[in-house]
């Protein structure tokens, strides 16, 4: 099926706010599971985010799982000027928040950067808490807006685009597929008792989602005008 | 000071939004600290939602510091059908929050109680998230607005005048000795950097500023009527 999107001739773009898995272990997992997928394919938040830090001269103090850390290993993060948040899982800590609560109370400018805005997903063990819970409890305590990088943000999907050689007015012509909310939505992904928004899936479930959705392919055509994933059938 | 305010013919309520100290244990310590106050005198949270989870049959999951837990020893708990959060300190691990949260999830009606709104309060240690901060990754998350119970709640307001037999309308004829929030602002306590809304100081701190606002008291005259506790010099 990804083998059929490739054959389409349309630019492919794999875009994720995947941000407790590296990108590296995430397509370990997606090439197991029969995509014919690389890194160099993968828009996702960590990267992005590394790039805005580096742009900005920003040196965080990162609330994040220990699997992406090594994202980060070319980042300064001493003596920190903003926090960066993403799915911390049980690095959500009491410390830990407090910790990045205090970094933001200290600074003069300070930043926020959350990786994704999620409500919550799912593990077979149960509904877990999203970056977007601990990014709202930072927002409200510090009095700080969080930036949002991932989707829906559009400067997110813009990237994806640019990495691809296209500009955000030429969308029509491109496709990017992205993840088990909009799959949801359409009735394409079943995940159970879930309600979107934030809806995420296990990876083995979004896999098995992503690979649904070959079959009935989306067009992503408004995607950076109106913020939205408004999805048009290619197929 | 507490004693010219006693002689003042004035009905007195304390009312503070305390959750991590027990009525005991904080009227404890203010006791050392040379006030002449009884348990009966002071409106907290904590007998308040007992009192309202009582009157609405609710069972609650309680996400709460381990000290207060006594004051909720004639509450069933069991399959709960409610979410009771307060100030918990450590308590706010991933896994209590998560388990707050998949209760909320479950519910066909759920209901999610806060203990207070504070964002962030000082401890020797430095700033300390407040309960707001998980009330709002809560609300974000599950979607269910919380039922604040204390300042700046009127109802909380409306059970301490109660509970010294004067009505809403009568405000201006009692007093309401409230928190280090009004004394900050007003300039009476020096919390350091710290900045309202949801200042809160160390308890010696606070009663240090207590004993400073019975020098120039506040009468609280619209309590109830506009949710602020606008004050006004008595002497």
Redesign the interface.
């Given at each position: 099926m990804h083998h059929r999107l490739k054959q389409s001739g349309l630019k492919v773009r794999f875009c994720t706010n995947e941000s407790q898995k590296s990108v590296g272990e995430l397509v370990r997992l997606l090439r197991q599971l029969g995509f014919d997928i690389s890194e160099g394919e993968v828009t996702s938040p960590a990267p992005a985010t590394c790039q805005i830090l580096k742009e900005r001269g920003l040196r965080p103090y990162l609330l994040i799982h220990d699997s992406v850390r090594s994202e980060f290993d070319q980042i300064d993060t001493s003596n920190p000027n903003c926090v960066v948040i993403a799915e911390?899982?049980?690095?959500?800590?009491?410390?830990n928040?407090?910790d990045a609560?205090?970094v933001l109370?200290k600074l003069e400018n300070p930043v926020l950067i959350s990786l994704g805005n999620g409500?919550?997903y799912k593990e077979t063990s149960?509904?877990?808490?999203?970056v977007?819970?601990?990014m709202?409890?930072?927002?409200?305590?510090?009095?700080v807006k969080a930036e949002v990088v991932g989707k829906p943000s559009p400067e997110f999907f813009k990237s994806a685009l640019r990495a691809i050689g296209v500009e955000a007015h030429q969308g029509p012509e491109c496709i990017l597929v992205c993840g088990a909310h909009k799959l949801a939505q359409t009735g394409i992904a079943a995940p159970g008792s879930c309600t979107p928004p934030?809806l995420r899936t296990t990876w083995p479930r979004l896999a098995t989602a992503l690979a649904y959705s070959f079959l009935g392919l989306y067009r992503h055509r408004f995607i950076v005008r109106n913020h939205n994933c408004c999805g048009e059938r290619l197929f």
């Open positions: 911390a899982g049980e690095g959500f800590s009491y410390q928040v407090n609560f205090r109370m409500r919550y149960g509904l877990m808490l999203d977007g819970a601990y709202k409890a930072l927002e409200y305590a510090s009095g934030g």
